[in-house]
């Protein structure tokens, strides 16, 4: 279980962050949402350093999201939020940069709920003991 957890799930698509939204919320997690690089900064700033996840699209309108996640990790008040990647572009030179910028986990889309709720587990080191 995901409870006390605040994730924030950073995707343009409203139907895939709603989907995403309902699986960690059924698994006890708060959960808040983000369409672009300003509603992503907006609700980090809203939340701080209380935020214990991000879930994030590298495609964003117009966006890179790894560099998104670049910047994200220069800035020393939040480089230690874990991220997990779920995307599309299963691009080898994407895997190798999100290694880089010690990305935990890159899912591709579609997910399966199991397999997205063992991966945050397991970035944010739950075990069963403890859910």
């Not at 994200?72 to 940069?97: F, G, H, Q, R, W």
């Not at 910028?101 to 397991?122: A, D, F, G, Q, T």
Request: aromatic share 4%; net charge neutral; glycine share 4%.
């Amino acid at each position: 279980m995901l409870n006390n957890k605040k994730i924030l799930i950073v995707e343009d698509s409203r139907t895939i962050r709603l989907q995403i939204k309902i699986m960690l919320e059924h698994e006890g997690a708060t959960v808040v949402e983000a369409g672009s690089e300003w509603g992503m900064l907006s609700k980090i700033e809203e939340f701080g350093i209380a935020v214990d996840l991000i879930i994030m699209d590298l495609v964003l309108h117009n966006e890179d999201g790894l560099k998104l996640i670049e910047n994200l990790k220069m800035n020393p008040k939040y480089n230690n939020i874990p991220i997990i990647i779920l995307t599309e572009k299963v691009a080898l030179d994407s895997i190798l940069e999100a290694k880089k910028l010690s990305i935990k986990c890159y899912l591709k889309k579609p997910v399966k709920k199991l397999e997205l709720i063992n991966r945050i587990n397991s970035v944010l080191n739950i075990s069963d003991i403890e859910a």
